[in-house]
């Protein structure tokens, strides 16, 4: 096969990947990841299960790869934020007040979303745990810049990162912050932020 012949089948391929991606993705949410299965998918696209088979060898295939364009989005916008021209302090409060209202209006707001997240939560820790410490490695970056301007005392800067994403798992976490929404005995966003920030000074 020639070069050009190769791209152009790679480009077809992937158009594939992400037309099978974007309905099973919109089949989760509808319906739930239970309740869904390949032959839905399938349906909805107006192919054969065997076709999707040829994409993705099972239903978990295609659920693994669902969350890791969530993953993905959490990434950026960790990224971006990360990167910001501001203050040390201010990026790891938007940060964390970000992933918060993403985490309390995408994934606990649409439950079907949440169903896809627990269930990776449950199926793929080794994956999920490899994107948290992507995120304390960005971090880590933003408390080393705090030190150096200042903001921050002494400190080695990736310990700092994982124990600033300790201390706030509980906004960030899907199930922790399903659990906590209701009660009245835990503390508000902003001063659980403050309490972690206050640790790094």
Same mark, same amino acid.
């Given at each position: 096969?020639?070069?050009?012949?190769?791209?152009?089948?790679?480009?077809?391929?992937?158009?594939?990947?992400?037309?099978?991606?974007?309905?099973?993705?919109?089949?989760?949410?509808?319906?739930?990841?239970?309740?869904?299965?390949?032959?839905?998918?399938?349906?909805?696209?107006?192919?054969?299960?065997?076709?999707?088979?040829?994409?993705?060898?099972?239903?978990? %295939? @295609?659920?693994?790869?669902?969350?890791? +364009?969530?993953? #993905?989005? $959490?990434? !950026?916008?960790?990224?971006? /934020?990360?990167? *910001?021209?501001?203050?040390?302090?201010?990026?790891?409060?938007?940060?964390?007040?970000?992933?918060?209202?993403?985490?309390?209006?995408?994934?606990?707001?649409?439950?079907?979303?949440? %169903? @896809?997240?627990?269930?990776?939560?449950? +199926?793929?820790? #080794?994956? $999920?745990? !490899?994107?948290?410490?992507? /995120?304390?490695? *960005?971090?880590?970056?933003?408390?080393?810049?705090?030190?150096?301007?200042?903001?921050?005392?002494?400190?080695?800067?990736?310990?700092?990162?994982?124990?600033?994403?300790?201390?706030?798992? @509980?906004?960030?976490?899907?199930?922790?912050?399903?659990?906590?929404?209701?009660?009245?005995?835990?503390?508000?966003?902003?001063? *659980?932020?403050?309490?972690?920030?206050?640790?790094?000074?």
């Amino acid at each position: 096969m020639s070069e050009a012949a190769t791209i152009v089948a790679d480009a077809a391929r992937q158009e594939n990947v992400t037309r099978i991606l974007d309905c099973a993705e919109r089949l989760f949410r509808h319906y739930g990841y239970g309740k869904t299965n390949v032959a839905d998918i399938a349906r909805e696209l107006g192919m054969s299960p065997a076709n999707i088979y040829r994409f993705f060898a099972s239903k978990l %295939e @295609i659920q693994q790869a669902v969350c890791g +364009r969530i993953r #993905g989005a $959490i990434y !950026k916008m960790a990224y971006d /934020i990360a990167h *910001l021209p501001i203050s040390a302090e201010e990026r790891l409060r938007r940060y964390i007040h970000a992933q918060y209202k993403m985490t309390t209006e995408v994934m606990l707001d649409e439950q079907k979303v949440h %169903e @896809i997240v627990v269930v990776a939560l449950e +199926r793929d820790w #080794g994956v $999920i745990d !490899k994107h948290v410490d992507s /995120i304390h490695d *960005l971090f880590a970056d933003v408390i080393r810049d705090g030190i150096e301007a200042g903001e921050f005392r002494e400190q080695d800067p990736v310990i700092a990162s994982r124990c600033f994403g300790a201390s706030t798992v @509980i906004l960030c976490h899907p199930q922790m912050v399903a659990q906590c929404l209701a009660k009245t005995n835990r503390a508000m966003p902003d001063d *659980l932020i403050d309490y972690a920030i206050r640790a790094l000074k």
